[in-house]
Each structure stands twice: as structure tokens, then as C-alpha cells.
């Protein structure tokens, strides 16, 4: 398993200088000029050139990409935001973390109702219950992520005046975008362990169980959910790597001060640096993310983990090759 992980983490490698490459070219080629965006329209063609030169994009593309790299794998050096003179780095350490709880907590809120629902749906298909968990299901899937908040935020801050819109300062004003992005995914994390739960209880080690006379909760805790969860860690993974990037919208609602809303901004200041080192940063969380994936998969699913072991030779012939 030791040898997987290193040559997974040793393929990070081309991928994240792929993602560099491709996000340089883009801000290169975009027709957005960073200097104008700085200094605004009314300026000389002096100032121009002097800003020009002094941000370095007088030079060539692939030097001044290569200078990038080189700043950016000898020193860890992202640069300086074109816009408040911070470096990157500091912006991305300082929003990273409120991004991530929020996720995580809106993580949370998907997995503890989606995964039981559909348990429950598919314990007990055909019944009212499974209608209900389905229909319910099939109206969060039917929501976009911006309406819902935009509901929330008018049904609760400004209606009833029970939550704030967009004060972080307590814990109250995390409960709306929590409550938003992890309303978004449950409707696909309850379908799939529904669809992955009916598939597994139909098999004949379940039947066999049954007929050994283990109760029904054993039955589907200890043999069926295990079984189970491969396709619902893998969305969950999903949900994991979309952490960073994913919740921009939401983050941009109710103006909460994170990584994804730092990129929107960005993106619209033409903040090349800025640009850069989010996207950078994002790609190397969505790699690791699927690295642990991948090694959660092996502890479920113990046919997955020998994949990667190396089988041990029998004990007489060990025993054998000590003598």
C-alpha cells in the first residue's frame, strides 16, 4: 500500500505542472490587461511601460513562465497580488481554512441525512417511505445551489429574522451557507446509496445471512452497508475535492470571505498572481483528496487493498528459504 501512495503522490508531479501550464496560458492569452486594471484607463503610455516592466510582463511568454516556476519551486514563492500588494500565499493560508470547515461541516450535513435515506428508501422500497425519501430527493436534485440560498436568505434573515445573511462573527451566521451546500448533494448522495444498498441486499450472502437467523440491523449495518459504500465514498470524495473551488457560488451569496469567493474576485480584477496561486492551490487539495479516496476504498473494501499487497509466500515455503 506504501508503494501505491508513493506512486500516486510521484503522479501529482506532471499533473500539477499540466494545471500551471494550462492556467498561465489562459491569463496570458485572456484580453484583460492587468496593468489597466491597476492603474486604471486614464494613464500615459510612460506609465504604462513602467508598470508593464515592473510586473515583468514586457517579457516573453515562456520566460516569464519559467521565472514563475522557478520562484514557485525554489523559494515556494506565489507572487504578489496585482491588487492589495499581499502575497498570495498569506491570502490563500488566511481563507483556506474558513472555506474548508465550511465545506466539511456542509459535508457532514449530506452524508449524516443522505447516506441513512437512502438506507431507509431501500430497506423499504415500494413503501411510502421510499416514495417520499425519493420525491423529497428529487426536489433538492431539481434545485440550484444559488436559489436555494437566495430562499433561505429571504425566508430566514430577512422574514423571520431568525439568522444573519452574512455575519461570521458567531456561529449562527455559518448555519445558512452550511445548511445551502449541503442541501445541494444530498438528493445525489441518498439516490446513490439507495441504488448501491438494493443491489448489495439482493445478493446471496445476504440471503444466506437471513437464513442463519442474524437480525435485520446486523444484516444491513455489519454485512450490507460495508459493501455498500464504494460508490457513496466515491461521491463523497467528489464532494471533498469541490470543497475549495465548488462552493464559489455559495461563498459569493452570502459573502462569505473564502478561497472560492477570493478567486471570483480575482478573476474580475484580471489579478494574475492571485489567479494563479488559488488555482494551484485547489489542484494540489483535489489530488490529495483523491489519494485518500483511494486508500479509504482499500480499508472498506479489503478485495481493493490486495490489489496493492504484495501476497506472502506460503509458510512451508518460508520456511524452506530460512533453512
Known sequence: MIR???????????????????????????????VYSILGSNITQEEYQAKEKELGLDQPFLVQFFNYAGKLVTKGDMGVSYINKRPVIDQI???APKTLLLGLIGM?????????????????QNSALDYSVTGVSLVFASMPNFWLGLMLMLIFSL????????????WLGWVLPCVTLGLGPLANVSRITRSSMLDVIRQDY??????????????IFRHALKNALIPVVTVIGFMLSMIMGGSA???????????????????????????????????IFVCLINLLVDIVYGFIDPRIKALYVKPKAPKAERQVKAA
Open 4 to 34: 501505491f501512495i508513493i506512486k500516486r503522490i510521484l503522479l501529482f508531479i506532471p499533473v500539477i505542472i499540466g494545471v500551471l501550464f494550462i492556467i498561465f496560458t489562459i491569463n496570458y492569452f485572456t484580453p484583460s490587461d492587468p
Open 93 to 95: 493560508w488566511e481563507r
Open 108 to 124: 457532514c450535513i449530506t452524508v449524516l441525512i443522505g447516506v441513512p435515506a437512502g438506507i431507509i428508501s431501500a430497506t423499504k
Open 159 to 170: 422574514k423571520l429574522k431568525w439568522l444573519p445573511a452574512s455575519d461570521y462573527s458567531t
Open 206 to 219: 445476504i440471503r444466506t445471512a437471513r437464513a442463519k437467523g442474524l437480525t435485520e440491523r446486523k444484516i
Open 249 to 283: 457560488v455559495i461563498e459569493g451569496i452570502f459573502n462569505f470571505p473564502g478561497i472560492g469567493f477570493m478567486l471570483m474576485t480575482a478573476i474580475s480584477q484580471a489579478d494574475y498572481p492571485l489567479i494563479m496561486g488559488t488555482v494551484l492551490f485547489i489542484s
